[in-house]
T-cell receptor
Framework: ETGVTQSPTHLIKTRGQQVTLRCSSQ?????VSWYQQALGQGPQFIFQYYREEENGRGNFPPRFSGLQFPNYSSELNVNALELDDSALYLC????????????FGPGTRLLVL | SQQGEEDPQALSIQEGENATMNCSYK?????LQWYRQNSGRGLVHLILIRSNEREKHSGRLRVTLDTSKKSSSLLITASRAADTASYFCATGNQAGTALIFGKGTTLSVSS
């Protein structure tokens, strides 16, 4: 069974830049969710993709966008980066929606200077 | 907004002792999950307890759920240094599309 992988592991950007984070879901999972975790906080839901469609969104502005591909891998794009976007970004895959167990990747740590 | 709130925020114990963490939540749930996070890395699922269950065991873990009080507890027995991590409870949002996490309990187990 292949676990959830994310790339890159670390990233440094400057304010105003754009970033793309990638996630490969666990084999057989068709649902991918993205979370932002600021230092000392719990993960905050950004959005979820199910069968290539956005299936729910948290309280994040439109400059946070995503994609899911036919192989169920996913991208998170953030435009016009702000200092507060510095965080650990976690991808999680599951067989169904969030009510069931989610399997998390190791995360991408983004630092915005 | 936070659905679950863990208590205490931090806990320090010796190896071999038991560790108990509590979680309170606000709205009705289908299930409640506990996750562990080591050193700011990805979360690892520990256990899921459904709303019609009162207690569940997995190895050294024991989880209880009291839906009347909207609370859950996680007990780790005979703690080891490797249990040092942050522990989060999570419930589903109303739409069933997201897990909502609390701020977590940071557990330190010293040898």
């Amino acid at each position: 069974e292949t676990g959830v992988t994310q790339s890159p592991t670390h990233l440094i950007k400057t304010r105003g830049q754009q970033v793309t984070l990638r996630c490969s879901s666990q084999s057989g999972h068709n649902t991918v969710s993205w979370y932002q975790q600021a230092l000392g906080q719990g993960p905050q839901f950004i959005f979820q993709y199910y069968r290539e469609e956005e299936n729910g969104r948290g309280n994040f502005p439109p400059r946070f966008s995503g994609l899911q591909f036919p192989n169920y891998s996913s991208e998170l794009n953030v435009n016009a980066l702000e200092l507060d976007d510095s965080a650990l970004y976690l991808c999680a895959s599951s067989l169904r929606q969030a009510q069931e167990t989610q399997y998390f990747g190791p995360g991408t740590r983004l630092l915005v200077l | 907004s936070q659905q679950g709130e863990e208590d205490p925020q931090a806990l320090s114990i010796q190896e071999g002792e038991n560790a108990t963490m509590n979680c309170s939540y606000k709205t009705s749930i289908n299930n409640l999950q506990w996750y562990r996070q080591n050193s700011g890395r990805g979360l690892v699922h520990l256990i899921l307890i459904r709303s019609n269950e009162r207690e569940k065991h997995s190895g050294r873990l024991r989880v209880t759920l009291d839906t009347s009080k909207k609370s859950s507890s996680l007990l780790i027995t005979a703690s080891r240094a490797a249990d040092t991590a942050s522990y989060f409870c999570a419930t589903g949002n109303q739409a069933g599309t997201a897990l909502i996490f609390g701020k977590g309990t940071t557990l330190s187990v010293s040898s």
